[in-house]
């Protein structure tokens, strides 16, 4: 791991390179260091779960450099577009539908069809627009830890985890970004953060709510059969049986795949971070109603594999 200073001459231009091939970096923001990576390559964005030692696939902010960028990846209502003009770049995230074809990848939304956008000051927002890309960016600490304010921390807590550092000192806001969904008589506050409710109150002349404990929204992945497709869902499948569909891993196939009405596989080659990488889309590849039943080879459960299985768990739950 190197650390270097944020405004060296060729921190910038590495700091890119790294990001272009698929690389997660800590960067400094004005809220905590960020744990950097591309967010439409879903193997670039799985080495974010993989340093951070996540237990789940939760959303990842998404970090733009100005509104336009965020119109080409989401749909900004008015009130959204206001709220933009008020405090971006600082720290608000905004939760919005995503639009059709959106190229953010769908392990940095966990799957579900919105994002939240957020345009930050300082250099993580130059290397999103000199990326051209949205940059998937959570807190730089290991999962379950103290949000790092400074590189020193970033470097205690994913010790060689990532190849770079940035650092740009202490960060001057300290917390992380208020998290919001606004809608069209009100605005749900998701997580309070570096933007108080009485600030969004006063700039929308809307009322500002806080989400109910367990709700979906505040946390979806708490729903026990989210992520699930409409057929039934079969895990640790050793034998395929005739007419499901098979959900691969490694490069042995089971006993009756040549049975599977049509087969997947997350990673050929058995590697952890491309099976995350693939985990959503092949959901949704076998999320159709002529589709009644997948099995799913075993995967093990070390590094990614807890929260790729934590996933299928979920999606093989009994439906209410």
């Given amino acids: 791991m190197r650390m270097i200073p944020a405004g060296a001459p060729e921190s910038f231009a590495e700091a890119l390179g790294l990001l272009q091939r698929g690389e997660a970096i800590a960067v400094p923001t004005e809220t905590v260091y960020g744990l950097a990576a591309n967010a439409t390559l879903g193997e670039a964005v799985a080495k974010i779960f993989a340093a951070k030692g996540r237990p789940s696939f939760n959303p990842l902010i998404c970090h733009v450099p100005d509104l336009a960028m965020a119109e080409r990846l989401a749909v900004l ?179 009756g795949a040549d049975q599977a009405k049509a087969i997947r596989s997350l990673s050929p080659s058995g590697d952890l971070q491309e099976a995350a990488a693939n985990l959503f889309a092949t959901l949704a590849a076998f999320d159709r109603p002529e589709i009644d039943r997948i099995a799913v080879m075993p995967i093990p459960e070390d590094g990614l594999g807890e929260a790729i299985n934590d996933r299928l768990r979920r999606a093989a739950a009994p439906r209410g």
């Fill in 77 to 255: 209502s008015p009130l959204a577009r206001h709220l933009a003009d008020a405090f971006w770049p600082g720290p608000l995230t905004i939760v919005c539908p995503l639009i059709e074809g959106s190229p953010i990848h769908p392990l940095a939304t966990a799957g579900l069809d919105t994002v939240g956008l957020r345009a930050p000051r300082g250099v993580l927002a130059k290397l999103a627009d000199a990326l051209g890309q949205p940059i998937a960016a959570p807190s730089a600490n290991a999962s379950g830890r103290v949000s790092p304010t400074s590189a020193a921390h970033v470097a205690a807590a994913l010790e060689d985890r990532i190849p770079l550092i940035l650092d740009g000192g202490d960060a001057p806001v300290g917390v992380e970004s208020t998290i919001i969904r606004p809608f069209e008589d009100h605005i749900l506050l998701l997580r309070p953060g570096g933007i108080a409710r009485e600030a969004l109150e006063a700039a929308s002349g809307l009322p500002v709510r806080s989400v109910a404990s367990g709700s979906a929204i505040s946390a979806p992945g708490q729903l026990s059969s989210h992520y699930a497709p409409a057929g039934r869902v079969r895990l640790d499948a050793r034998h395929v049986e005739p007419g499901e569909c098979l959900i691969a891993f490694g490069g042995t196939l089971p006993e």
